[in-house]
């Protein structure tokens, strides 16, 4: 193969002298500049031959190419065909099975015993002896006694006086139900006193341990408008210790003390919730006497 050389070819560089021409004289000091002499003129020298351009030495041999992949392997071939099997063996012969031998004679049997006599079952029963007399079945009834007398019957008493009448005790039962909820404060109801008499006694029931107070407020019929004027907080009969349950279930007031416990028909009662907890449904019973 012809060796190509692609390097470009060599330039020939002329050089340039420059001539100057000589420097004038020096002035005087203080004295004017002297001229500048004139520039020479460049010359420039003739160009050198060309060079001869010269070929370069082989290069060296490259390094070995990559080897290629492996080819695929190439499909199995089919089985070779079963051999042919052998002959068989020769089967050993068994003998043949020799005659049963007869049976023995049978051997001759035993004669029985004969069975003894039975024994007798029991002597003879004796005769019964004679049945004795019966014996009497009461003895003879005694005489009939006499009966003792009776006194005469005493005279009637005196009654005495009849003691004085009690009380007529009479009762008003109101229920303030919070429907499934703890009951909440405030004005919850009314009662209409139904008969005279004076409060004796104040019991409240809850349905769950908790704490109540209860505050009675009473006007009469004609005052009655359901709370809008009458009763009001200024109609209160309960003073400073109104019916209350302290975390517990039941609470009981016979004493009232400070209370207004005059009662005529037709008064009205009301019941003020002043505070609660817990307790969802509680049954308060006003006990009083009718003259």
Same mark, same amino acid.
């Given at each position: ?82 051999? #042919? ?75 005495? #006086? ?63 408008? #359901? ?28 004493? %009232? ?5 005059? %009662? ?28």
């Amino acid at each position: 193969m012809p060796i190509i050389d692609s390097d470009p070819a060599p330039v020939a560089v002329r050089p340039v002298v420059v001539v100057h021409g000589p420097t004038g004289s020096t002035g005087a000091p203080g004295g004017p500049t002297g001229s500048t002499g004139a520039t020479g003129a460049a010359v420039i020298g003739p160009t050198g031959p060309t060079g001869v351009r010269g070929i370069g030495p082989t290069g060296a041999v490259g390094a070995q190419g990559l080897t290629g992949p492996t080819g695929q392997i190439g499909q199995t071939g089919p089985p070779g065909s079963a051999g #042919a099997t052998g002959p068989g063996g020769l089967a050993t012969n068994t003998g043949a099975t020799g005659p049963t031998g007869p049976l023995g004679p049978r051997g001759v049997d035993g004669v029985l015993g004969g069975t003894g006599p039975t024994g007798p079952l029991g002597g003879p029963t004796g005769a019964l002896g004679p049945t004795g007399p019966t014996g009497a079945v009461t003895g003879p009834t005694g005489p009939q006694g006499f009966a003792s007398n009776t006194g005469a019957t005493g005279s009637t008493g005196m009654t005495g #006086a009849l003691g004085p009448t009690g009380p007529n005790s009479s009762a008003m039962i109101a229920v303030i139900d919070g429907s499934g909820s703890v009951i909440v404060t405030g004005l919850k109801g009314f009662v209409e006193v139904p008969f005279n008499g004076t409060l004796s006694q104040i019991d409240m029931v809850a349905d769950r341990s908790g704490s109540i107070v209860v505050d009675l407020w009473k006007c009469t019929y004609s005052q009655f408008d #359901a709370g809008s004027t009458h009763p009001v907080l200024a109609d209160k009969i309960t003073a400073s210790t109104p019916p209350t349950i302290s975390s517990g279930t039941k609470s009981t007031d016979s004493t %009232l003390a400070g209370w207004t416990t005059a %009662l005529a028909a037709g008064d009205v009662i009301g019941f003020f919730v002043n505070s609660v907890s817990f307790i969802q449904r509680v049954t308060i019973t006003l006990k009083y006497n009718r003259p």
